[in-house]
């Protein structure tokens, strides 16, 4: 929820990344996001009509986000 898709790569806190994985839930989508060698998981609008494989450029509000260490599963904010 703390990540948002923009059109184009502005400023510091955009970062880029690939989608691996949709899930459609009706009312919004579930991202995988392929960053790097991390995963991010995004909770988005269906009218953006993102599909796996497309490359898409977001920011991300890290004082509102979770973030986990990928080795050992504990919190990192």
Known sequence: ???????????????????????????????????????LKAIVSPQLRIKPGDSIVFNIDISRSHLFDLESGDAVT
Request: charge should be negative; charged fraction near 30%.
């Open 1 to 39: 929820e703390e990540i948002t898709i923009v059109p184009e790569k502005t400023g510091k806190g955009c970062c880029t990344g690939t989608v691996r994985f949709k899930q459609s839930m009706g009312a919004e989508d579930i991202l995988n996001i392929k960053v790097g060698e991390g995963l």
